[in-house]
């Protein structure tokens, strides 16, 4: 499914999918959620230069990055650059 979801939507960088929720917790120190088994959401957006330029991290569905957010955040940022 993940592997599907990644070549429709043409993806060409690497995507982490399919491991141990509790282990990747434990080694990363994400938040992980005993009563879901899984790892919460965080979100980065990274810089050409590849340093991050903003990070939201969420233990709850409220408060993560959004698509449309992120393009405005982008695009907030490109024209503070053109100046």
Known sequence: ???EAIEK???TY?????MNARETSRITGAYYDENRN?????SFLVRPDNTVEVACYSTGTIGRFVAK???GLVKF???KMKK
Not at 14 to 18: E, F, K, Q
Not at 38 to 42: M, P, R
């Open 69 to 71: 957010d992120m393009l």
């Open 14 to 18: 690497p995507v982490a999918w399919g």
């Open 77 to 79: 940022y490109k024209s």
């Open 38 to 42: 899984y790892i919460h959401a965080t």
């Open 1 to 3: 499914m993940a592997a």
């Open 9 to 11: 939507a043409g993806i």
